[in-house]
């Protein structure tokens, strides 16, 4: 695995040892000193296009725990707001010496163009790309999922579980990352959404679809179910004509104390955030013991530690000798 670019490229054993070194790694950061000290004199670039508050920190944080140096590149008041190209921007990381590129970019492909164009020689992690991936949060919800789900989980894939995940399909990258990588791992995955908001081709995803949320959550009994967020800012206008009105579609397809009481006892629920509360969710289902949204947030950083310590160190094995180094001072 020489970059990461979509859950697609992803086999069974290379997620499943992702998620393995996840757990190591999340491991070490219940330490009092969380610091170590694996990519020690590495440079970390965050190449963002697109503004991502959260991912931006989750990746400079796990590059930090793992004592990279970082440097965080923004799109705005930089030269590639001057008219730079995604090339000279390439050749100039690389002059820079950087050891791994972390690119999010409005554009889909944007990634995988910067990783085989021939201009860089470091690893490069898709941090989303237009409507296409988002493999980091793919591999988070799978983590948070398995943990939960899959007794003694460690060397284990989802195989046998059963997976909702409800809302904008259409505009939504994490979904498409999530069915393909759910697949791989052997769950069964359900997609529900009104058909204004899947994406033409959807028939040939590795998924079912529904198009009524009550009758899903009956006929599958999920194990987890997953709310997406409803993306007004890729939308004409308010609703821009995808649905009728944010009552109606929290009417039909939000998450609610209702529906919340209706899934199995077990079943967790996920939200790749940020939220919008009363729309997708509510705040009962959004602040349930059976959300794990928090911990999502905790757990992409120890997934991001884990992308970064097996490309930037070639591992093929799940992390051992090197986390467990004598812990530093920072």
Request: aromatic content about 4%; hydrophobic content about 40%.
């Amino acid at each position: 695995m020489k970059h990461l670019l979509s859950t697609q490229d992803l086999s069974r054993d290379e997620a499943v040892l992702i998620l393995d070194t996840t757990a190591q790694m999340a491991a070490t950061q219940e330490r009092e000193v969380k610091k170590l000290p694996t990519l020690r004199g590495r440079t970390v670039v965050n190449l963002f296009f697109e503004d991502s508050t959260r991912t931006r920190i989750s990746f400079e944080t796990a590059a930090k725990r793992l004592s990279a140096d970082v440097i965080n590149f923004s799109a705005k008041g930089s030269s590639l707001s001057k008219g730079e190209s995604l090339k000279d921007t390439a050749l100039t990381l690389k002059a820079m010496g950087a050891d791994a590129v972390i690119i999010r970019h409005q554009a889909s492909g944007a990634p995988h163009t910067l990783a085989t164009a021939g201009w860089l020689d470091a690893p490069v992690i898709n941090a989303g790309d237009g409507t296409h991936q988002h493999p980091t949060q793919a591999l988070l919800d799978a983590y948070t999922m398995r943990r939960h789900l899959v007794p003694s989980p460690l060397g284990k894939d989802l195989a046998g579980l059963k997976i909702v995940i409800v809302g904008d399909v259409l505009h939504s990258r994490v979904a498409r990352a999530n069915v393909h990588l759910l697949h791989t791992l052997g769950a069964r995955v359900t997609l529900v959404a009104p058909p204004t908001l899947l994406p033409v081709g959807i028939e040939s995803w590795p998924c079912e679809i529904s198009y009524h949320l009550d009758e899903a959550i009956d006929a599958v009994q999920p194990d987890a179910i997953m709310m997406l967020r409803v993306q007004r800012e890729r939308m004409s206008s308010s609703g821009g004509g995808f649905f009728p009105s944010p009552l109606e579609y929290t009417r039909l397809y939000g998450l609610d104390g209702r529906r919340l009481a209706r899934l199995p006892d077990h079943a967790i629920v996920l939200h790749p955030g940020p939220m919008n509360r009363g729309l997708e969710i509510s705040a009962d289902a959004a602040d349930s013991p059976r959300s794990v949204i928090v911990e999502q947030v905790t757990n992409g950083v120890a997934v991001r530690m884990a992308v970064l310590y097996l490309l930037l160190t070639g591992r093929t094995d799940a992390a051992t000798t090197s986390l467990n180094a004598p812990k530093e001072n920072s």
